[in-house]
């Protein structure tokens, strides 16, 4: 009885591995769908598309940032995904200005339309990429508000304001500011 105890526990035992051994192989084979997404091809450009670019790689959270700078070249803020300068191709670009404001970075847009585009760092092995201008659906998300402190103040970034499918929430005539 004992030795054939033993023998029952000898089988539970050497199936025990076969087990874990499945779900071992098993695990590698689930995760290759998530590796093929983070290494999909997006693409993008200005709005006449005289610039045109493609990402062969994973693009950062969209971060938008609040600085006089940002404000200044985009009109409000600059919402920016980025890449890696590695997976970054610039596919059309005769159109594409530069304008640096100090030695270490510089911003891309479109000389025809006007569009703003990039925000490189020449240092940086990562180029920041204008989320708007990613081709949708982007499959990218947002991540947090950066130098809030330099805000203009005619906006709070964590308000909720009224929506609309149309421009019909824009404001009436006395909504002007003397
Ligand atoms: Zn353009
Ligand atoms: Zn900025």
Known sequence: MHALNLVAAATILSA?????????????RMAAPRAARQARLRAGGCLC?????EVRGPMRAVVYCHCSQCRRHTGHVMAATAARKAHFVLTRHADLRWFALSA?????FCGACGSTLFWDE?????????AGSVDPPTGLREHSHIFVGSKADYYRPERALPQAVGDDAGPPEEEWDP
């Open 16 to 28: 025990l591995p076969l087990a874990l051994a499945v779900r071992h192989w098993r695990a590698p």
């Open 49 to 53: 598309e005289a610039v045109r670019y």
């Open 104 to 108: 270490h970075a510089r911003r891309g």
């Open 122 to 130: 020449l240092s940086s092995a990562v180029i920041n990429i204008a």
